[in-house]
């Protein structure tokens, strides 16, 4: 039966026709096999037309679509909900981009571009002419997510996981909440401290009773796929018994002879083997460093609650998605970048907060007090060189705020910022004022020329040609240099890597589109929320943490989940079981099957995700991709090149 296609070129607003002629293309395709209607339209995905195709595909009783225009990353999902809407199997429409494609690739080459659009419309034309009607994949879902990561964007997530009806496994590696917020003492644009945000998140997860927390705890296992992900979550134990009070533990803790750097303080103090961060940590029971821990039986003497017997736990769980919170690591700057960790009065943003932390009624370091501060921007962030080419956002509005609130504590400070363009965005902007009006003084630089931090007589010197004063060579003698760090990617994510979650090119986790999927990964039941996914403020990490939440319970909450039926399909009277589609396939979805003596390969269809990488290297072609046929494609390219 010959197929009824329907055609829509679409203008994009100029974003296509100013470089291609779309009523050539229309023309050139209008003649095509099948094609029944061939229109050009200003905005495709525009309500109108949507309605307008919806009518076209009824009134024309169409088989097939295709619509050209933007990128499928867009508006796929757009015409394929058009096209079901109007009762035609979705899996019969095709999407032809002819903007990422062609026009923003040719714009140079107006008539070569046309010609290739009208090749690329073609080729899809000949595809939906081959294309069959395809039903989704139906699994059974568990109604439980895992929040992995138990900062301010997991918890945030779980309470509203919790409150929507779900059963939420939060699984934080630290043996202790609130990741980095924790950590900070007064928060910017509110009065609100870090420890108040934590308790304040922690209190109420706590009242959920279908939340279970587990800290000290690591996913090592994933097995399994969206709807029914098996994790296998190993747990340290604390060596502490809960029963144990706080008199006799802070005993043990004075005991301790034990001293490593504090991780919490950045290494500007030290801490004992045994130890907790501050009185609001949760959960409020120490724990023991037992990487540190020399066994030497002091702390046993004056808590009888010291359990060295606990052992390494596993509990097996199963949840129907994921959400990954991880955070993010403080960028740390290699010894000698602006100084650091060659001259003893350079710091870190992060070790700066500490460091106001610790004094009372006078700033100093190492002794000595401090009255000139310079801050140095942009450091770990915007690199010329280095791999971190991306704006961490949220520092120069943190530094300025540490900076306003070190001015209004201590007397006789004078701040300097030495920065390369100040991104106080949004409501933040009222800080840099305030510190402007405090009398901060401001230097710039261009990126190819910044600062430089020396020794000269034993003073600490900050030299920049400032581009505000004319390029006017400035040296600035500080007591303290605060180098104003970025964020960058957990250096050790091993669940990410464990769940395949994909990362883009600053090594943040990936999400599949930043304005229309904004929390979903391609991994299927995978989300992601906060700053594991980019340099993001706690606002910033709340509201992803809402999306994340969202999204994973709309996959868990129905009990039924319809999954993409485009996924690899083996003709097993022809396969001769070789492994080489098994090794290549980045899922673990094909493994061995025994049938009647032979053995053959057999795909895993909640697993799959149709990438077609163990098609090319089965020897006997028995692999093809349902929605990706052999004969779609040689169709597909018979259209592209005519003449071969």
């Known amino acids: 039966m010959n197929k009824k296609i329907g055609v829509y070129v679409c203008h994009c607003g100029g974003n296509i026709s100013d470089y291609v002629d779309v009523e050539k293309v229309r023309t050139s395709v209008e003649s095509d096999e099948g094609v029944c209607l061939a229109k050009t339209t200003m905005f495709a ?51 032809a981009n002819i903007r990422e494609q062609v026009s923003w690739a040719h714009s140079d080459n107006k008539t070569g571009a046309t010609d290739k659009a009208i090749r690329i419309v073609k080729a899809a034309i000949a595809k939906v002419r081959e294309a069959e009607p395809l039903e989704p994949l139906m699994v059974k879902s568990t109604k439980a997510v895992a929040v992995i990561g138990a900062g301010v964007a997991g918890i945030r997530a ?11 496994y ?102 004992k083997a045994i130890y907790h961060n501050y009185p609001s940590e949760y959960p409020h029971l120490p724990a023991i460093d037992m990487e540190n821990c020399t066994r030497c039986g002091e702390c046993e003497k004056v808590c009888s609650h010291i359990d060295f017997s606990q052992k390494i736990k596993q509990v097996d769980l199963t949840v129907g998605s994921i959400l990954m919170a991880t955070g993010f690591d403080p960028y740390e700057p290699p010894e000698g970048e602006f100084g650091y960790g060659i001259i003893e009065n350079v710091v870190t943003l992060q070790q700066f907060k ?6 009372d009624n006078t700033l100093q370091y190492h002794g000595k007090k401090i009255e000139h501060i310079a801050y140095i921007y942009c450091v770990g962030s915007r690199q010329i060189d280095g791999e971190n080419k991306y704006c961490s956002r949220y520092c120069c509005t943190t530094n300025i705020y540490t900076a306003i609130t070190v001015k209004k ?30 009398g901060d003084i401001y230097l710039q630089s261009f990126e190819d020329d910044p600062p430089v931090v020396e020794l000269q007589d034993g003073k600490t010197v900050v030299r920049i040609n400032d581009i505000l004063t004319g390029h006017k060579s400035l040296d600035v003698e500080a007591d303290l240099v605060v180098l104003v760090t970025g964020m960058v990617p957990r250096k050790d994510n091993a669940t990410g890597e464990l769940l395949k979650v994909p990362k883009g090119r600053d090594k943040f986790f990936n999400e599949i ?79 061995k099957l025994e049938i009647e003596g032979k053995t053959v390969v057999q795909v895993n269809e909640t697993i799959c995700k149709g ?34």
């Not at 309605?51 to 009134?59: C, L, N, R, W």
């Not at 009783?61 to 199997?89: I, Q, Y």
């Not at 779980?158 to 939420?168: H, K």
């Open 354 to 359: 500490r460091i106001v932390h610790y004094c």
């Open 158 to 168: 779980a309470i509203e996981l919790a409150e929507a009806g779900s059963d939420v």
């Open 611 to 644: 990438c077609g990488m163990c098609l090319p290297v089965c020897p006997v072609d028995a692999i093809e991709l349902t929605g990706y046929s052999n004969k779609e494609i040689e169709s597909m390219i018979d259209a592209l090149i005519p003449n071969i």
């Open 170 to 271: 939060v699984i934080e590696r630290d043996h202790f909440v609130g990741g980095r917020v924790s950590q900070w003492d007064n928060l910017c644009m509110t009065d609100e401290t870090g420890k108040e945000l934590v308790t304040r998140l922690y209190d109420k997860m706590m009242k959920h009773q279908n939340i279970t927390l587990y800290t000290g705890a690591e996913v090592v296992k994933n097995s399994g796929s969206v709807g029914n992900f098996n994790l296998k979550v190993t747990l340290r134990p604390r060596y502490i018994r809960f029963d144990c009070n706080e008199k006799d533990l802070m005993k043990a803790i004075d005991v301790c002879p034990v001293e490593v750097p504090d991780e919490f303080n950045f290494s500007i103090t030290s801490r």
């Open 45 to 95: 995905c525009a309500d109108s037309n949507q309605q307008e195709m919806v009518d076209d595909i009824a009134d024309q009783e169409m088989d097939g679509v295709v619509v050209a225009s933007c990128s499928p990353k867009l508006h796929l999902l757009t015409f394929r909900a058009v096209t079901e809407r109007a009762g035609l199997n979705k899996y019969n429409y095709v999407h």
């Open 513 to 591: 589109h930043m304005k229309l999927r904004p929390v979903e990964t391609v991994i299927d039941g995978v989300t992601i929320a906060g700053a594991s996914q980019g340099p993001k403020n706690i606002m910033e990490s709340m509201n992803s943490a809402l999306s994340a939440a969202a999204k994973s319970f709309s996959l868990v909450d129905s009990g039924e989940l319809a999954l993409e039926p485009i996924v690899a399909r083996v003709d097993q009277e022809s396969c001769e079981w070789c492994g080489k589609c098994e090794a290549a396939c980045p899922f673990s979805a094909l493994s």
């Open 409 to 438: 504590k201590y007397v006789e400070i004078h701040n300097y910022h030495f920065n390369r363009g100040i991104r106080t965005y949004g409501k933040q902007e009222t800080l840099y004022d305030e510190s402007s009006k405090l």
